[in-house]
């Protein structure tokens, strides 16, 4: 009864949306008002384990059904989750899940936890083109796919391609932009992936697509892209630099900048955080291993020291948000096939992030930037956003 009272004092900080608690049969509510959502502890939580770290103790009682929230998984997060501030993390005692080794063999090792749990997985819950990262909802009533769509065109259109430019993809997923770029505007493109599932899935969409003679894609890590000697008009990197890890933001612009042409383009789409921070040990622990969330203005710093030009900054936040909810749509509505492929807690887990990371984007938490800009000065870009 002692630890029950501990663990609802912890609890009690996070009032600003009331919710109610329900523990041995006893109900407790949280806050002042009608509760907007209601957790049941079939386990206790140690008030060590939630000092330590709020979200990896919660995170790791919902995969194990130590916690169960009544109701909508999203909604309870929505209001819960907008009161981050309020967790507490021991980063000392988190020092090695926090910090991890920023080397190739290990980021690649990291990289294809994430992305080679396999095609057929993420085949089930992403739209038809494959796309891994935030659409742009342009219309009320636009699908998830055509809100892809609309994304890879937006990029393409503020890259400002013409037929027979060069244009790398660092990052290039399962290769849906590079292939949009070759149809639409004839380019050479080549795009690099640590995946080995998204490398063998790109090749074959491009035999596909008959476009064998425009595209090219590399396992490669980014910091051996100088020594390619490999040259570009333009380069575009969607969702990757958040595995680049803090300490490795300027040796990432760095090599973007040695292998780009004096005026080329540079378009660096990511989810981004108004201030540093080392990263959720949740995530960091089950969903994003060394993920690190770059702030949008250490990541313009960096920029400056590489010489390269901001044209335009845009906040996709909302759409990220959206898009989010859409995945985790697709994603319950195929939990049977999902639980033929996984256990329970990973069932769980993966649900938990989708509801997670869509409620952290609609409480600003995080952001999601698009920056343009120009390796040196470009005099020939429209005066106006042409896009």
Not at 207 to 234: A, I, N, Q
Request: net charge negative; aromatic share 12%.
């Amino acid at each position: 009864m002692l630890e029950e009272h501990v663990m609802l004092q912890f609890l009690r900080k996070f009032d600003e949306y009331p919710f109610l608690v329900k523990m041995d049969g006893k109900e407790y509510l949280i806050g002042e008002g009608d509760p907007t959502f209601t957790v049941q502890f079939n386990k206790e939580i140690s008030l060590s384990d939630l000092a330590t770290s709020t979200s990896l103790a919660l995170g790791e009682a919902y995969m194990n059904h130590d916690l169960e929230v009544e109701g909508d998984l999203y909604n309870a997060l929505d209001h819960f989750l907008g009161q981050m501030g309020k967790f507490s993390a021991d980063h000392n005692a988190l020092k090695k899940l926090i910090h991890t080794s920023t080397a190739k063999k290990n980021q690649q090792k990291e990289v294809s936890s994430h992305y080679d749990i396999g095609n057929d997985f993420y085949k089930l819950w992403l739209d038809e083109t494959l796309s891994y990262s935030c659409g742009y909802f342009l219309h009320e009533d636009d699908t998830l796919y055509q809100a892809q769509v609309n994304k890879v065109d937006y990029i393409l259109q503020k890259l400002c391609l013409k037929e027979g430019m060069t244009l790398l993809d660092i990052g290039c997923g399962w290769g849906f932009l590079l292939i949009e770029a070759a149809k639409k505007y004839k380019i050479k493109g080549t795009g690099i992936t640590l995946s080995q599932e998204q490398y063998r899935e790109c090749q074959t969409r491009i035999k596909k697509e008959g476009l064998e003679d425009y595209l090219t894609v590399e396992l490669m890590d980014y910091r051996d892209l100088p020594k390619s000697h490999l040259t570009f008009d333009r380069v575009v990197s969607v969702g990757m630099v958040e595995h680049v890890g803090r300490e490795n933001y300027q040796i990432f612009l760095h090599c973007v900048s040695q292998i780009m042409k004096p005026g080329g383009l540079f378009l660096l789409h990511f989810i981004s955080a108004l201030k540093e921070y080392p990263g959720d040990p949740w995530i960091k622990k089950y969903i994003f291993p060394g993920g690190v969330v770059p702030s949008l203005r250490e990541m313009i710093s960096g920029m400056a020291e590489e010489q390269f030009h901001t044209m335009d900054v845009e906040n996709l936040r909302l759409h990220y948000n959206r898009t989010l909810l859409c995945w985790r749509k697709n994603y319950l509505e195929h939990l049977d096939t999902v639980r033929s492929m996984f256990d329970e807690k990973f069932v769980r887990m993966w649900h938990l992030y989708l509801a997670a990371c869509a409620a952290t984007f609609h409480n600003g938490i995080i952001d999601l930037h698009q920056i343009l800009m120009t390796k040196g000065i470009n005099n020939e870009l429209p005066m106006v956003r042409w896009y």
